[in-house]
């Protein structure tokens, strides 16, 4: 939740502490533009680009967590990506 902290702000709901990997987004007091923020922020930092219309499907931090290691399990050593 680092990464939320530092680009999409602090949230107005509540502290980003504790076990919040599966609430949703929006009950964090978060809204698409600011998953829109880490998601280029992970593809900056990391090379992961995940999909703009991702958005709308990864509606809490456990999916954005499994959507990038999911993309990292997908490369090869090499780091291209294997088509499956």
């Known amino acids: 939740m680092d990464l939320t902290r530092t680009h999409a702000g602090e949230s107005e709901e509540g502290a980003l502490d504790g076990d919040i990997v599966d609430v949703l987004f929006t009950h964090l007091g978060y809204d698409s533009v ?5 998601l280029g922020q992970i593809k900056y930092q990391y090379g992961i680009d995940l999909a703009e219309d991702a958005v709308t499907a990864l509606r809490t931090p456990r999916a954005v967590i499994e959507m990038v290691n999911a993309v990292i399990l997908s490369k090869d050593d090499n780091g291209k990506k294997v088509l499956s």
């Open 34 to 38: 600011a998953l829109m923020e880490v």
